[in-house]
């Protein structure tokens, strides 16, 4: 281990050339994000529903932090090449500077502001679903999902999770005339939308939390056993989609994928009348 | 007493406790602060070097999957819960206030040891145990995640060991949130009441405000995580329903009724987030001094630095539900939450602005210390810019639970914290083991480790962008996920690897250091403040030897037009007066 100590001389240079590396090394992270990011090798999957506010929002985001990013850098970069240390160099005694200062925090705050505004805005669109939403109960547990739909009424029956059994695995208040006509998907099956009409999803578990997230929908929400969460949107693409879980929930978590079918409202249409309702499936144990 | 009072007699009058002279009670039950701090030190380090362990696993599985078959789902998962709650509370937190806190307070306060000497000792080896009960909780799976999210970790069945592993990890919390108590109510109290004379509370170094602050969080969080663990134990244990409704497992009705499985998030991250900040604020007070001290300059804006920290503080308090954006919980809490974490942004964004503004004219001296100082500020802006992202809910809402929060944390209070502690332990090695650490080792650990970090963390923003979810065992079969993301994993796993070996590097160099290292001047990066100060090196028992040091002027004297030296210790009164003696 010797020559560790040997080293000496030479590492004024060495030291030296450690602020040359660091700056060149921070450009280079700059140059690299820059690139990937332009050539999009890595983005946002295609965008398959009205929630292209939220894209705008990502890229805001993206330019205003990357130029922040850059200007650091660039600052940092240009620092520690400028200000590394030689033969008889001196640093300034400067301790502060109020008018600098300033400026620095007014123009965070206007970047802030740029992003917050902006992105409450979009956020009070996405909390309040229209009212004429088609509404679906999306319904989790460990590692599926299943699916009701509210039937020629339009309204989904009365559910309560005590009365969940092997023959009720929705837990369904038969008693309740609304859940005659609601059609049940059971766990593993597809959900079907219509596309171009806007979907109020209503989302409950059976045992642990799970997450319901569709990548070219951009929307993700958890759900919670006890209660009932909300997320809405409008598929405006046709075509088949993953369902994914984004929730932690068990060892199956990474294998709960469902599948989602956007279709024309006729398709749509065809293929809900032709789903057995609960008064047919669970006629028998309605009495 | 007809003799001549003894060294040891002088001593007692002013440390209140006996210099230990047995092996026993100087190196294994010590109430001096130093060898606390270094027990601290030492374990952390070594629980670190398991969590890292754990680390290697999940990118084993990630970048290889299906290659390692001792690697199934219910390993996996505990790899990911053991990595996080290690790394975030075992290491960063017990190692940073514990360990620097213990040894910097007093010395850079020019106090002789701990408010509360005992209770310091008592600190430690409670955090022992907790690490001990966490180590026995390994032999079951824990598969919940850190974040511990009930029904799934109160449920037996719902989830790999959700029996002993997660109840064994709840009671080491508990005895661990016992053990961060005893050591901030003395963090607290020690830097409200030993200072030296004239050490004012705006004279003190950052590194002492920012542990001060760190400290003061703790005990105002760490509470919530000890609520929240308890009830958890019971739901897990007795059959209470604290956080379980009713639940239908695999097709059984469990008979729990009544409980809110979201209270537990709120609770959680009632403490989790100020967490955060525990860890950050220390690293930042540490890196502060370390680049004023490197750069010859005193720190730029030291009163914003102050008010920035104790604003991060602050708001660190109600920012918590933003990692509660798609929990379920009311839409409205959105809005504030959203404000107020944007908001945080300004007091994080002064700081990093400081640290330039500190570069800017200065004489920057590169020895390792530096690097990772300045490294701690490069993956501090590359990780605290995507908080930016995380914060606005709709940009959250599709990129969380994705590999960009995973990036994100990782860069903004892993590597920045590790790297503040490993910039603090480069600069402060020299005056606790009286050596000088090996400068061409530390420089190959600095620049595989960082540039392996970014490679391994910075890719995980544009997999997230990808929308690849977290915590996931295996990707094969899902379309919507591009096709490359196994070759990027592969390679961020191989980088993985190298970095870990890197860290055999540093321990390396400590052990080597510490027996063979270069003879330690008293002050050898001609420091202004008081630890550099100290009659011998390492500094005795009791810190000051017969005389407690006074102080005339703040930490940052650095370059002073006029002075002879481009540095003036705290300790030194009069000329040239014009820059520190008003302060």
Redesign the interface.
């Known amino acids: ?1 010797g020559y ?2 040997q ?1 000496a001389p030479c ?1 004024k240079i ?3 050339m ?2 040359i ?2 700056a060149i ?2 450009i280079l ?1 700059v140059v ?2 820059v690139v ?2 332009v050539s999009g ?5 295609p965008l398959a529903s009205n929630w292209g ?2 894209d705008t ?2 890229i805001i ?2 330019i ?2 990357g130029v ?2 850059i200007g ?2 660039v ?2 970069a240009y ?2 090449w400028r ?3 030689r033969q008889g ?9 109020h008018r ?2 300033k400026w ?2 007014v123009l ?2 206007i970047g ?1 502001v740029i ?2 505004a902006p ?2 805005f ?2 009070s669109n ?2 309040r679903p229209p009212q004429d939403a088609l509404v679906v109960e999306v319904l989790s ?2 590692w599926f999902w299943s699916y009701r739909y509210p039937g020629q009424d339009g309204k989904l029956g009365g559910v309560n ?2 009365l ?3 023959d009720n695995p929705f ?1 369904i208040d038969l008693a309740d005339p609304a859940s005659q006509d609601d059609v049940l998907i059971s766990p593993g099956g597809q959900l079907h939308l219509p596309v171009g009409k806007p979907v109020l999803l209503e ?1 409950r578990s ?4 799970h ?1 319901f ?1 569709v ?2 929908f ?10 009932v ?1 909300r997320i809405w949107v409008t598929p405006t693409e046709t075509g088949t ?2 369902v ?12 709960m ?1 469902g599948h989602l079918i956007v279709e024309s409202e006729t398709e749509y249409q065809k293929w809900l009348t032709e789903q057995p309702t609960v008064s047919q499936t669970m006629g028998a144990t309605m009495k | 007493m007809a003799q001549p009072a003894s060294k040891d007699e002088v001593h007692v009058e002013h440390t209140g406790h006996h210099e230990p002279t047995s092996l026993w009670s100087k190196y294994i039950f010590s109430q001096d602060h130093k060898v606390i701090a270094l027990q601290y030190t030492i374990t952390a380090l070594l629980v670190g070097g398991v969590g890292m362990v754990f680390s290697w696993l999940i990118r084993l599985q990630l970048g290889f999957p299906g290659q390692f078959s001792f690697i199934q789902p219910e390993n996996y998962l505990q790899f990911v819960t053991q990595h996080g709650m290690i790394m975030v509370v075992y290491l960063l937190t017990a190692l940073l206030l514990g360990g620097f806190g213990n040894y910097l307070i007093p010395l850079m306060i020019g106090a002789r040891d701990m408010a509360f000497p005992f209770l310091n000792m008592l600190s430690y080896w409670t955090y022992l145990i907790s690490v001990i009960l966490l180590f026995v909780g390994l032999w079951d799976a824990t598969g919940a995640g850190w974040t511990l999210y009930p029904p799934q970790s109160a449920l037996p069945g719902a989830s790999p060991g959700a029996e002993w592993g997660i109840r064994f990890m709840l009671i080491s919390l508990a005895v661990f949130v016992a053990s961060a108590t005893m050591g901030g109510l003395n963090y607290v109290t020690t830097v409200l009441q030993a200072r030296a004379k004239g050490m004012t509370l705006m004279r003190m170094p950052l590194s002492v405000w920012g542990i001060f602050v760190a400290a003061a969080l703790a005990l105002l969080a760490f509470p919530a995580l000890f609520v929240g663990g308890v009830m958890l134990l019971l739901d897990n244990m007795a059959g209470t329903s604290f956080f379980i409704p009713v639940v239908n497992l695999f097709g059984r009705q469990l008979g729990h009724e009544g409980g809110n499985p979201i209270l537990f998030q709120h609770l959680f991250w009632y403490f989790g987030h100020p967490e955060v900040y525990i860890v950050i604020l220390p690293a930042m007070g540490i890196v502060s001094d370390i680049i004023a001290n490197r750069a010859r300059k005193p720190i730029f804006g030291y009163k914003a630095m102050i008010l920035s920290i104790l604003a991060i503080g602050g708001i660190s308090f109600v920012v918590w539900a933003h990692h509660m954006f798609v929990s379920g919980m009311n839409p409205y809490f959105g809005y504030w939450f959203a404000v107020a974490t944007l908001a945080i942004a300004i007091p994080s964004a002064v700081k990093t602005y400081n640290w330039l503004l500190t570069l800017w004219k200065g004489n920057l001296h590169f020895s390792t210390a530096m690097l990772y100082a300045i490294g701690f500020v490069s993956t501090f802006v590359a990780g605290g810019l995507t908080g930016l992202f995380l914060g606005n809910i709709v940009v959250d809402v599709p990129l969380t639970d994705t590999y960009f929060v995973v990036g994100h944390f990782h860069l903004v209070m892993g590597v920045s914290a590790i790297f503040g502690i490993f910039a603090g332990i480069y600069y402060w090695f020299p005056k606790a083991c009286g050596r000088m650490m090996s400068e061409a080792m530390g420089k190959i650990h600095f620049w595989v480790t960082f540039i392996g970090a970014y490679l391994i963390f910075f890719p995980m923003y544009w997999l997230g962008f990808s929308g690849v979810p977290r915590r996931y065992y295996s990707f094969s079969g899902i379309d919507t996920l591009p096709p490359s993301l196994n070759g990027l994993n592969a390679f961020m796993t191989v980088v993985a690897l190298v970095v870990g070996a890197a860290q055999l590097v540093f321990a390396f160099n400590l052990i080597w250091s510490a027996i063979k290292g270069k003879k330690a001047s008293a002050n050898p990066w001609q420091a202004t403040t008081l630890e550099w100060q100290t009659p011998t090196t390492p500094p005795p028992h009791g810190n000051w030897g017969p005389n407690e040091p006074i102080v005339y002027r703040w930490a940052y004297d650095y370059s002073v037009p006029g002075a002879d030296e481009d540095y003036i210790p705290q300790t030194v009164d009069g000329v040239p007066a014009r820059a520190g003696a008003k302060r």
Not at chain 1, 218 to 227: A, N
Request: with cysteine.
């Open positions: 281990m560790l100590r080293a590492y060495a030291t030296i450690q602020g590396a660091l090394v921070s992270f690299v994000a990937v990011t090798i890595w983005w946002l999957p506010a939220l929002m990502l985001t993206l205003v932090t922040a990013f650091v850098n600052a940092l620092f520690l200000y590394r240390s160099m001196k640093a300034t005694f400067l301790p502060e500077h600098l200062e620095l925090i965070t705050g802030i992003l917050v992105g409450l979009v956020y996405f909390i547990q460990q999770p005590k969940i059994n092997a837990g989302l059976k045992d642990v939390l997450s997230y990548p070219q951009r929307i993700k929400m958890d759900t919670v056993p006890g209660l969460t989609f993953e994914l879980c984004a929730e932690l929930c068990g060892i199956g978590h990474f294998n994928q």
